[in-house]
């Protein structure tokens, strides 16, 4: 059984970073992509951004570009997003994700990811 836990969520003033972690843990933890989601109180889960495992090759919501990176530490099984210059619609709880299977190029969707974190707390004040 695979399982994510993610860490680094908090208060931040706007114009401020936060660095999140996920850590995965399971015997069969192979992913081929990683990715980074997000929800607002009120909207739906959202892509912030997407690393492939091996290649370490980035992608990212237009929202994230410039701002945020995605990285990640093959040894550790641990995946990072730091968030720079962070706005008050960053707000949402953010949930690491992985998938598995080889078919997706860049997926976007959450339906093409096989596990989730319990998702962390990220909260940006004007």
């Known amino acids: 059984q695979v399982q994510l836990v993610e860490s680094g969520g908090g208060l931040v003033q706007a114009g401020g970073s936060l660095r999140l972690s996920c850590s995965a843990s399971g015997r069969t933890f192979s992913p081929y992509g990683m990715g980074w989601f997000r929800q607002a109180p009120g909207k739906e889960r959202e892509f912030v951004a997407g690393i492939y495992w091996s290649a370490g090759n980035t992608y990212y919501a237009d929202s994230a570009k410039g701002r945020f990176t995605i990285s990640r530490d093959n040894a550790k099984n641990t995946v990072y997003l730091q968030m720079n210059s962070l706005k008050p619609e960053d707000t949402a709880v953010y949930y690491c994700?992985?998938?598995?299977?080889?078919?997706?190029?860049?997926?976007?969707?959450?339906?093409?990811?096989?596990?989730w974190g319990q998702g962390t707390q990220v909260t940006v004040s004007s």
């Open positions: 994700a992985a998938y598995r299977s080889t078919l997706y190029a860049y997926p976007k969707s959450q339906n093409s990811y096989d596990y």
